[in-house]
């Protein structure tokens, strides 16, 4: 079969916004604690930091990461985590069903950030507590001195401020699994009182309020009018969730999570703007996807808790085949096809929990299937958003009757020259021959990179053993010429070609 796409150097959506490849780490099962941090491990550095892991999230091309939760969040006390090690309480944590050493804490957080070169996405606790704990935290946390918090960070060994800029209001507070759940009334005054406070304090910070726990919640939409329509004028961003699953095991099926995560955001947009026009609002909210990924496998009870109240159990170890990466490239793509509001992004979570990058305690770290698409996606997402003219063959899924083929993104950088077509083939028997037209974007253009994520068994996996089994490979099938792109995609291939 056949697409095109047309792209003209006058038609940009939006830039893209860096933070959209962001990652997520969690106090739960073995993402701290064997995770990113493991005193002992081979490759850790002199404070307990894994090496293999800071070296993996590099690669991966994480730019923020959002802390401490998740569901911990709802019943952390940050103060249990700073100052001498040996003085920090083991606290139960009722999210997990885990007992939390401590040991791993905001401070030990922001050195991994600085070594790893990501920004911290911060949250504060608003299920067991409030306003006020989130002021104390912010205090300690970006205060310079002068007062109680701040100096008792300087007396924990760090005189600069953190300066941590990106804050989210809590974690699925409509949840009725979440520690103190809210409803939307209630949750909507505590995070304009919360933002209040937290701004007359520091008024650099960019604030994200709790959006629906997932689109299927019996609250969605009016959960997120509500609480819009009380911290409108208070909060910068909303945040969403989606998990995807593949439960019927059909790949068609399944590929309609990728549609399905588009309609999401453009009625979380839709319900946005109409709060912002009934208050006659110049400002508009943008959007925080700070928990998405694939998570079905280890869905299980199993999987959730663990009896005893353990330290650092493995919790969610969902392992990626190749169909959950074609799937997160399809995201990916999503995601970069809505810059215009979609402002950031946490892939849920960074290692071991349902995550990228997989460890071994005390052993190797290695990437999943997962890991692929999305550190392709970052290295070449550069730039500006393109709007594409779009010419596909359609298909239909038990969930969505018409959907295209063809997924594509198209990222510009007019200041390295350099274009990027992001293309998932959904088609399962037939390959698209695929033009690009890149009108305006300079001719006598040469390929840079053509590589695509295809494998034959859908099921493939990586693992300790066979880490390697599941990489991308050079796509051969592409050819340039003058502003025209010629590239064949395999059924079922996700891919990234680059010219300049
Ligand atoms: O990422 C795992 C959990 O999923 C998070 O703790 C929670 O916010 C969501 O339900």
Redesign the pocket.
């Known amino acids: 079969a056949r697409a095109q796409i047309i792209v003209d150097r006058d038609f940009v959506l939006a830039d893209l916004d860096r933070r959209v490849f962001g990652t ?1 780490v ?1 106090h ?1 099962g073995r993402c701290v604690y064997g995770g990113i941090y493991e005193p002992g491990h081979p490759t850790a550095d002199e404070n307990g930091f894994r090496g293999d892991v800071m070296e993996l999230t590099k690669e991966l091309g994480a730019t923020i990461v959002r802390y401490p ?4 969040m709802s019943g952390y006390n940050w103060e249990d985590a700073v100052g001498p090690a040996e003085n920090r309480p083991k606290k139960l944590d009722l ?1 997990w069903f885990s007992t939390e050493t401590n040991q791993f804490g905001t401070n030990e957080f922001m050195d991994w950030c600085r070594k790893t070169e990501i920004e911290p996405m911060l949250g504060v606790n608003l299920g067991t507590r409030g306003a006020d704990e989130a002021r104390e935290f912010l205090e300690y946390c970006n205060h310079p001195g002068g007062s109680h918090f701040a100096e008792m960070r300087k007396s924990h060994g760090y005189d600069e401020p953190h300066d941590v800029k990106f804050w989210c209001l809590g ?2 507070m409509d ?1 009725p ?1 979440q520690i103190c759940q809210k409803t939307a009334e209630e949750y909507g005054r505590v995070a304009l009182e919360t933002a209040k406070v937290m701004r007359w304090l520091d008024p650099t910070l960019t604030l994200s309020a709790c959006g629906s ?1 997932h689109r299927q919640m019996p609250t969605y939409g009016s959960w997120e009018y509500e609480v819009l329509d009380h911290c409108y004028e208070q909060v910068d961003f909303i945040s969403l ?1 989606t ?1 995807f699953a593949n439960k019927a095991d059909d790949i068609e099926d399944y590929f309609g999570v990728i549609d399905q995560m588009d309609s999401f955001i453009k009625e979380v947009v839709a319900i946005c703007d109409a709060v912002g026009a009934k208050k006659r609002a110049s400002k508009r909210i943008m959007l925080s996807f700070d ?1 998405w990924n694939v ?1 079905y496998k280890a869905h299980t009870i199993e999987h959730m808790r663990k009896p005893g109240w353990p330290e650092a159990p493995a919790l ?1 170890e969902e392992i990626y085949n190749v169909e959950d990466a074609l799937v997160v490239g399809g995201a990916l793509i999503t995601l970069i096809n809505n810059a215009d509001r979609v402002k950031t992004a946490c892939i ?2 960074l290692v071991n ?2 995550g990228p990058i997989m460890t071994e305690t005390g052993g190797p770290a290695w990437r999943q299937t997962i890991f692929h698409p999305f550190a392709l996606s970052s290295r070449y997402g550069h730039g500006r958003v393109m709007r594409t003219e779009v010419r596909t063959p359609n298909f239909s899924t038990k969930t969505v009757p018409e959907a295209p083929l063809l997924v594509a993104a198209v990222v510009d950088d007019p200041t390295t020259g350099r274009n990027t077509v992001f293309a998932l083939n959904r088609s399962v028997s037939e390959s698209l021959d695929l033009e690009v037209e890149l009108r305006g974007l300079g001719t006598g253009r040469r390929l840079v990179e053509a590589c695509e994520l295809h494998n034959a068994n859908l099921k493939a996996t990586n693992t300790k053993a066979a880490p390697n089994n599941v990489v991308p490979q050079q796509n051969r099938d592409v050819s340039v010429e003058g502003e025209r792109l010629r590239v064949k995609l395999k059924p079922l291939s996700w891919n990234v070609i680059v010219t300049e």
């Open positions: 997520f969690e739960l939760g998740g569901n911990f999210a974690n699925e949840g699994w726990s969730h998990y928990e998570w969610l849920a979570q929990v349902i």
